[in-house]
Each structure stands twice: as structure tokens, then as C-alpha cells.
């Protein structure tokens, strides 16, 4: 097993000069293999890829390899999002994808993760089988190799989306920023589809993503903030890197935090539809007060968009999502995707704006505020920082009480005046991360300084 292979909260990612054809040729034979072992052996498999520059020429190497391990294979005709592929999955009937795609990750880096034949993100019992099999790829001269063919992946998904949320849009005024990355041409194009006037930002391929990662962020986004004052839009939407991922711009708030989009997109849903909601233990309590005078129920997951989407197949949940910006809904593939949350976000504001929206809830529900920092932390730390953390938490915590602790994925504090501290590991980095949330901006900020002096001793 090649140690600089290891796959994390959403597939293995690393900078060029560790992500080598070598590696990734060994990443497709370990799925080639892990399919024979999971009764897929020579089924049609997908290979998707995002608009990084290396992106395209990984993806056929990977399809070269399977197609050599006697799978037909499936090359979008463009790089396109990754939720794209993952429907493409379910609506074909495939044994699986492998996507490459770094995320919201900088340039210099890349990356590729397995998603099984359910189109859901591959739990941890599936991607630990491919790491147990990476080798070399060895080809049999007496296999039959595979075809491999290129397909349009964007029609089939636009036409499930809008079978899926009908809505007509004529009216809306929309400014879309894909951020240099694989939602170009799809998002803004759905959008166009059902009615909206849409003014394209940031639409065009850029190999530095114009010098910010793609990571729709409150930094990254100010320019959106700004082009949506500037053309008197109703709303502002962006996508990361590979559009599994939404932000939210509106004209009075600018950056919607994405706690404030969940819950008002659900409220949303629920003026037509019923059903559970399904969100991290780092999102905010404002969607449990949302479904609580809905009479509907809100579970708890640990953090990954994985966990997320077991627990919505499970409770057959209306919404799924996390903080960082990760939804999907019931009747769509259990994977997040910010193309179709974008149609769903439109649909949202051309029936009431976001800003009415959320002031509404917010005066119903009270104020929530919610933030979070990082502490650094190797990773060969991180496991002894958690275990640590059992006996280091004290029973109050900035002049608040413990109430009970949430041990799911790190430690939860949940404190009686109802807000709350979450401690726990990165999975993307080698970081400890400190979330916060209360009834404002100045106790989170003391929950979080309480955090920073809780984690820095133990790491």
C-alpha cells in the first residue's frame, strides 16, 4: 500500500507532486478490484472530472485502467459537476464512479474519489477496501477490454432537476458565479431553462481560478455581494470548484450563511412537502426550531456529507445538509449538489426573498450566530487531542453550565443557556476545528476563545 494514498472525509486529495499517473493508475486498480469483490466485476462504470487543467488526463487514465480490468466506461463529454455523475449513476444503473476533482481546493492541487453503485458518498467501509487493494495495474493480454465512450451527462441530470422542482422562474433576476469551475454552463443554463434572467459571473475556465480557490466562502464571494447590488438582482448564487457545493448572496445580507440558507430553504419545502431534516452536528439548531413548530423531527449526524445521506435514506428525510454548504433533497440522488440546490434556492426566492424569509424566522425563533476557527494540529495528534478531550472538559464553559455532551464526532458541549461549543478534528487538514454557536456574535466569540484554550494545551 502506498502510504501517500489515503482517503479522507470525501476522497484522497493532495498537491501535483504526490497526485502522480503512477498513483492514480494504483487508486483505479484498487476500484477495479474492490468492484470484482462487490459483485460488479466488468459492469459500465463512470469516470468524471472537474476543470482543473490535469483533470481531463487523469480521468483517462483511470479509464484506461478499468477498461483494461474489462469495464465499459463513461467520459462525460466535458468536465462537469460531480453531482452530475453521481445521478449519472443511478440513472444509467452503474456499478460506480471514480471522479477526479480537487474541490474548493487551490490549483496546485488534484484528487479523486469513489462513489458506489447507490450514488451516495462511499462510506468508510468501501473506500478502506480500495486502500487495502491499491497496487500497480497489471493488464491480463487474454481480457476482454472494455469500451470506453464519451457522453453528455448534462441533459439527463437539467431534466431530472426540473421534473424534480417545478418551478417557473420568469421574473427572477439571478447573478451566477461558478468561480472558474465545472458549474459553468450547467447551473447558469438550468437556471436560464426554467425562466430566470441570468447575468454570468466568473463563468469562464480559468487553470488558476483567477487567482482564488474555488471555495464559496464570505471572502471569495464579496465580488458576487457586489455584482448583485450592481444589477439590482434578486439573488446571488455560486458554486465551489466541482458545484457539489451553494452559497447564497442576497441584497440585503450579502453573504447568506449557510446555517440561515438550510433552514430557510426547508421552511420552504415544507409549505408543499413534509419529512425529517437530516444536519451535522456543526449546523445550526435553528433548523431543529424549524421543524419543531413544523411537528416534524431533526437528526444528527457526525460531520460528512456520508453520514448525512445514510441518515436520509434511513428516515426517508425532505432535506439533508451540513454548514459548509452541502444539500440535497428526497426524490434526488443522496449526494449533495449545488446545480439542483441552486434551482431549489431560485424556486425558494421567486415565492418569498430570502431576506423576508429569514427575518421572519429569526423574529419567530430568535437570533442564531454561529462561527468557528482552527487550531493546527498534526495529524498523528489528532486521535490523542480526542481521547484527551474526555477528561479535559470542564463543566461550565464561559460562565455557562454543561448541560450534556454530544461525543458523536468530537465533543459537542451543550450548554443550558442553549448555545453550544463543538471540538473536533479536520478531515481534510491537519486541524482541529472549534465551531460556536449562540444568540450573538459576542458570546460566540467568548465560546470560541473558551474553545482555543481548551484544544491548544492538548495538541
Not at 452541502?326 to 441552486?342: C, N, P, T
Amino acid at each position: 500500500m502506498d502510504d501517500a494514498i489515503a482517503f479522507g472525509t470525501d476522497g484522497w486529495r493532495a498537491t501535483l507532486d504526490v497526485f502522480t499517473t503512477p498513483r492514480v493508475r494504483a487508486v483505479a486498480q484498487a476500484t477495479a478490484d474492490h468492484l470484482a469483490d462487490v459483485g460488479h466485476a466488468g459492469e459500465t462504470v463512470a469516470v468524471g472530472y472537474d476543470a482543473r487543467p490535469t483533470s481531463r488526463e487523469f480521468a483517462e487514465e483511470i479509464a484506461d485502467v478499468l477498461a483494461a480490468n474489462g469495464h465499459d466506461v463513461v467520459l462525460p463529454e466535458r468536465d462537469c459537476p460531480t453531482p452530475l455523475v453521481a445521478h449519472a449513476i443511478t440513472e444509467r444503473d452503474l456499478a460506480g464512479a471514480l471522479v477526479v476533482t480537487a474541490s474548493h481546493n487551490p490549483p496546485e492541487y488534484n484528487g479523486v474519489k469513489f462513489i458506489p453503485d447507490d450514488g451516495a458518498p462511499a462510506l468508510p467501509h468501501v473506500t478502506e477496501s480500495i486502500e487495502t487493494h491499491l497496487r500497480p495495474p497489471e493488464a491480463d493480454p487474454d481480457a476482454e477490454r472494455g469500451r470506453i465512450e464519451e457522453v453528455d451527462l448534462v441533459t439527463p441530470h437539467a431534466e431530472h432537476c426540473r421534473d424534480l422542482v417545478e418551478t417557473d422562474l420568469d421574473g427572477l433576476s439571478v447573478v451566477y458565479d461558478a468561480m472558474h469551475g465545472s458549474g459553468r454552463g450547467v447551473t447558469d443554463a438550468l437556471l436560464e431553462s426554467a425562466g430566470a434572467d441570468v447575468e454570468r459571473h466568473r463563468c469562464e475556465r480559468d487553470a488558476d481560478f483567477g487567482g482564488t480557490p474555488p471555495e464559496p466562502d464570505y471572502a471569495n464571494l464579496q465580488a458576487l455581494a457586489l455584482a448583485v447590488q450592481e444589477h439590482d438582482a434578486d439573488l446571488g448564487i455560486a458554486n465551489d470548484g466541482d458545484a457539489d457545493r451553494i452559497a447564497v448572496v442576497t441584497p440585503a445580507r450579502g453573504f447568506l450563511d449557510e446555517n440561515l440558507f438550510f433552514a430557510a430553504t426547508y421552511d420552504y419545502l415544507l409549505e408543499e412537502r413534509s419529512g425529517p431534516a437530516i444536519r451535522t452536528v456543526s449546523t445550526s439548531f435553528l433548523v431543529d426550531r424549524v421543524t419543531a413548530a413544523r411537528g416534524e423531527e431533526t437528526y444528527e449526524t457526525a460531520v460528512g456529507f456520508k453520514w448525512v445521506a445514510e441518515e436520509m435514506g434511513e428516515r426517508d428525510a425532505l432535506m439533508g445538509g451540513e454548514e459548509s454548504g452541502g444539500f440535497s433533497i428526497r426524490g434526488h440522488v443522496r449526494e449533495k449538489d449545488g446545480v439542483l440546490m441552486a434551482l431549489v434556492a431560485a424556486a425558494a426566492a421567486s415565492e418569498e426573498s430570502y431576506d423576508r424569509r429569514v427575518d421572519r424566522l429569526l423574529a419567530e425563533h430568535g437570533e442564531v450566530h454561529q462561527s468557528k476557527i482552527s487550531v493546527d494540529c498534526p495529524e498523528d495528534r489528532k486521535a490523542a487531542v480526542v481521547a484527551d478531550l474526555a477528561d479535559a472538559l470542564p463543566d461550565e464553559i464561559a460562565g455557562v453550565d454543561v448541560e450534556r455532551v454530544n461525543d458523536a464526532d468530537g465533543f459537542k458541549a451543550l450548554l443550558e443557556d442553549g448555545s453550544w461549543l463543538l471540538v473536533r478534528p479536520s478531515g481534510t487538514e491537519p486541524k482541529m476545528r472549534v465551531y460556536a454557536e449562540a444568540s450573538s456574535e459576542a458570546r460566540v466569540e467568548e465560546l470560541l476563545a473558551a474553545g482555543r484554550d481548551l484544544v491548544e494545551p492538548l495538541v
